[in-house]
Every structure is written in C-alpha cells, then in structure tokens.
C-alpha cells in the first residue's frame, strides 16, 4: 500500500509542476507585456517535448531502476520550474519548459512498471490502475486552489517557485522510500505466487491461441485513434491552459473565478474517466471505440454553448453557468483522454509501450498546436475562433 500511496503522488508531483503553466501564462501577458502568441510558445515547445520523451524513452525505463527514474526526473521538474524566469532571457525560460517537458515524459513510463511489478495479478490490477489514474484529475485540481492565493500575496513568480519546492520535495522522499518492486529477500506469500502462476498461464495460452491482424491494420487502427487523440487535446489543452486568460477577456471573470472553473473542469474529468472505463467494461464488453464516440459527439454542443453563446439560465450567476459547462466538457473529454491510451495498448499487446507512446505523441502534437499556433490566431483574430476551433 505505501508503494501505491507514493506512485500516485508522485505524479500529482509532477502535475504540479506542469499545470502552474496557465497561471503564470496570464501573467506573462498582463504584468510582462507579453504578445499571446511569444506566451503560447512554451506551451508548443513543452507538448513537443514531452510527447517526443514519452515515444522514445521506453528503453531507458526497461533497462534501469524505475524508481530512480521516476524520482530523478521529478528533481529535474523542480528545478527546471525553479530556475524559470530567474532572468530575462526568453530563449532560456523556454528552454528549460521544454526540458521540463522531457522529464515530465519520463513520469507515466516508470510509474507504471512500479504499478505492475507490486500488482502483478490482472484480476485485481485493473481497479488499482483505475484509481491510479485519477492522480492526473487531483493534480490538476490542486494547482487552481493553491496558487492564486500564493500569488495575490506574493506575486506571479510563487507559480513557478511553489511547485519547485513541492516537486523537489517530494522527489527526495521517492528516493528514500520507494522500491522498484516487493523486496527480493522476503518470502513470496502464497497469494502472490499464485497471482504470477495465472500470469504467466495466461500470457502462454495467449501466445497459442489468439489470432493475431495483420500489422498494416494494427498500425491503421494506431493512427486513427491518434488522430482522435490529436483533436481530443486540442480541446483539453486549449481550455485547461487558456481559461484563465480566455475568461477574463471573453466573460470577464476575475483569476479566483476562471480558478474555480478549473477545478470544475478536473472534477468533471474525474467522474467522466471513471464513467467511461465502467461502460466500456459493463455496457460495450470491453470495446472501448462506441464509449469513445459518445463522449467525443457529447463534447461539441458544450464546447458552443460555453465559448460561443451568452447563457442566462435561472438567474445563475457567469461564474457558475461556466463552472457547470466546464463539468460537462471535462467529464466529456477525459474519458476518452483515459481510455485511447488503453485501446492502442489492446490493440497491439506484443508492442503495448511503442502503441501507447505513438499514440500519445500524435495527441501530444495536438496540445502543441493549442500552444503558439493557437494563441497566433487569438492575437489575430480574436477569442471567437478559437471558440469555433474547439
């Protein structure tokens, strides 16, 4: 359990240390006169980074420790976030949000060779996993109920220095607590033995029996579900990096409102990727391609009536007719988030890391596309179309 406890905020960590970016985002443009489209860089460069990481990085995690992966590329988070805007150079801050991304990459691999080597029976590991996943939605909820109140008392810069010290932190307790896998020196519980028997009869008979498809219809399958997954985080990043900025000139609401919005966004996304995995599992027998359908088709009249019409519902006031539409496209939008990554690994067991990490690259290029060629176009032309993009 305490291996658990440390893998799942580990990456609440290194969440941190990436979701701030909104934060100091609108920063940059109201104190620092920055243009939108010079500030949507790092968001560009980080998603590049990150997603090229995430692709080629799974030789490194299989060949050493991964706990001192996942804890060494933490250390690298916090002091990537703490050196940044330490000086005036925009190339080097850029610079170090991109490394920040290559670390950030490193992040799921290891964590999840941790998960299977401590939960090594499948008839039990797919609960954990799923609770191990919301780690994402806490993480991405902390950051808007902590940092605004730093900053109102301390300046924008406690964006950058408060997940420094969280990350960095935390970082030194993986080091001294963590263990890649239950200790070699105790002896194997009955249970555990018979969990790795029914692993490894299972991987055989899989071997034997199941009719493999042919490789061109693998990798076709592959680059669907990562174009899906480009347009998915478009969507995700656009609205999770920009509302600060997008509320308060499009619906005029204060940092502690477009906050409160956010943290709506991750509570929605919490329960969408728990709902979708559920009816994947139970409604479609495990098919996860018509709960992805759903899901994505329930995303575009929310994405309208939040971005592209004036609501007046009830007397309810903009801050919570937005935080309830914010729910919808969260809980709309992480489901299919959780469950792509799943599908591609299904679909190519002999090669699930290579399949998860090209698909997530692809959809990684979306976020880099919501960054600064997106903020090009709202320096150009307005919040309007980015409103219709999404």
Request: proline share 5%; aromatic share 14%.
């Amino acid at each position: 359990m305490l291996a658990f406890v440390l893998i799942y905020l580990s990456y609440v960590a290194y969440y941190i240390g990436q979701k701030n970016y909104p934060f100091w985002l609108q920063a940059l443009i109201d104190e620092e006169n920055w243009k939108k489209d010079e500030a949507g860089t790092f968001g560009s460069v980080f998603q590049i980074t990150s997603g090229a990481s995430k692709l080629l990085n799974g030789p490194l995690v299989d060949a050493v420790s991964p706990s001192f992966v996942l804890a060494g590329s933490l250390l690298a988070v916090g002091v990537c976030n703490g050196f940044m805007f330490q000086h005036s150079s925009s190339m080097l801050n850029v610079t170090l949000w991109g490394i920040n991304g290559i670390f950030q990459g490193f992040g799921w691999p290891a964590l999840a060779r941790i998960f299977i080597a401590w939960f090594p029976d499948p008839k039990t590991r797919g609960t954990w996993y799923s609770l191990l996943a919301t780690n994402q939605n806490l993480g991405s909820t902390l950051v808007p109920l902590i940092l605004p109140t730093f900053m109102a008392r301390a300046g924008w810069r406690t964006a950058v220095v408060i997940p420094a010290s969280v990350t960095i932190g935390f970082s030194l307790i993986l080091f001294a607590f963590l263990k890649d896998s239950p200790s070699h020196d105790e002896p194997k519980s009955e249970e555990k033995a018979k969990a790795q028997e029914r692993v490894a009869k299972k991987e055989s008979q899989e071997q034997g029996t199941v009719d493999k498809p042919s490789f061109k219809l693998v990798a076709l399958r592959l680059i669907l579900l990562g174009l899906v997954y480009f347009f998915i985080s478009i969507i995700r990043q656009g609205v999770g990096d920009w509302s600060p900025l997008s509320l308060k000139e499009q619906k005029g609401l204060n940092r502690q409102q477009a906050s409160q919005c956010l943290v709506m966004l991750e509570i929605g996304a919490f329960a969408g990727g728990l709902t979708g995995g559920i009816m994947s599992d139970k409604i479609f027998n495990g098919r996860r391609g018509p709960v992805m359908a759903i899901f994505s088709a329930a995303i575009t009249p929310l994405i309208y009536v939040a971005f592209c019409v004036d609501v007046q519902f009830m007397g309810l006031d903009q801050t919570t007719i937005t935080s309830i539409l914010y729910a919808g496209i969260g809980f709309c939008s992480f489901a299919p988030h959780v469950l792509l990554g799943l599908f591609a690994r299904e679909l190519a067991p002999e090669f699930q890391s290579t399949a998860g990490g090209f698909v997530k690259a692809v959809g990684q290029l979306g976020g880099a596309f919501a960054g600064q060629p997106l903020s090009y176009y709202v320096e150009k032309y307005g919040w309007s179309l980015a409103s219709w993009l999404w």
